[in-house]
């Protein structure tokens, strides 16, 4: 709070500068969205870029010895980023791709692994970086620190994925991660699974109740597969704790 210090604190000036900054901010906030691409033009963007990338060979060893089949990391359409990746073409409005549409934002070498819709659409990016450091191995593929488009989707909340082991099933499954993580789960479970990256899934509501309601039977809790050890961080399951009850709230059982 404001310093009130005697005759040093003018709240009038205070507050009009602190109500300039909040429409400053909003203003932003609705210049991103409208110049968002919608999930359609992210796809086709992605799609395009993506046929013209490899897949390294300790990459797909990589996502082998985690559990991946031949053809799943086909249609997972992994591919292997060098560092600022070069590409030929790609939509300067896309998050993850400079300004001049010559390569992509990426700082280290990696595994680029879509997000997925419910229509197969990538709908963003993440990079698993082969070597991380102290903050982890997953980035968001962004512009926003080169003046471009944050990953973030028209209704301002980061892409969450949906993978579907057996669309028949009318069973929704929740994980930790974006992509590789409920990738896996789906596959191993024959379920369908929904992940958000480092665990946001109550960050980004609109597409998870949209999800759930579309694609889970309400008569059969909600499961959820936490990552191996998050029962000793706090942090995770402070995430867990507020996903259970955000669940709650929308009438599902969880489990």
């Known amino acids: 709070y404001p310093d009130q210090g005697e ?20 203003l932003e906030k609705a210049r991103q969205q409208k110049s968002s691409l919608t999930n359609e033009q992210r796809s086709l963007a992605w799609d395009e870029i993506i046929a013209g990338l490899p897949l390294s060979d300790d990459h797909r060893k990589s996502l082998i010895d ?10 997972g359409k992994f591919r292997t980023l060098e560092k600022y990746q070069p590409i ?4 300067p409005y896309l998050a993850g791709v400079s300004s001049n ?22 709908i963003g990016c993440q990079i698993r970086l082969d070597d991380g450091g102290d903050s982890g191995r997953y980035r968001w593929l962004s512009s926003a620190s080169f003046g471009g488009a944050k990953p973030n989707l028209q209704n301002d909340e980061l892409p969450i994925g949906i ?10 499954g929740i994980a930790e991660g974006a992509s590789i993580k409920p990738q896996l789960a789906a ?40 990552d191996a050890g998050s029962h000793h961080d706090d942090a995770v399951m402070g995430r867990l704790y507020k996903l259970s009850e955000l669940l709650k709230s929308w009438g599902y059982e969880v489990a």
């Open 7 to 26: 005759n040093t604190f003018d709240r009038d000036k205070w507050q009009q500068e602190r109500k300039a900054k909040h429409e400053q901010a909003e």
């Open 101 to 122: 549409g010559k390569h992509l934002t990426n700082s280290g070498r990696g595994i680029l692994t879509p997000i997925k819709d419910d229509c197969d659409r990538i």
């Open 163 to 172: 993978y579907f082991g057996d669309r028949s099933s009318r069973i929704v």
């Open 187 to 226: 596959n191993k479970f024959g379920i369908n699974i929904i992940g958000a990256a480092g665990g946001q899934w109550s960050s980004s509501p609109e597409q998870l109740k949209a999800y759930l309601d579309k694609y889970h039977d309400k008569t059969k809790p909600v499961r959820i597969f936490p």
């Open 66 to 75: 985690r559990g991946f089949t031949q053809e799943q990391i086909q249609l």
């Open 88 to 91: 030929k073409s790609g939509n």
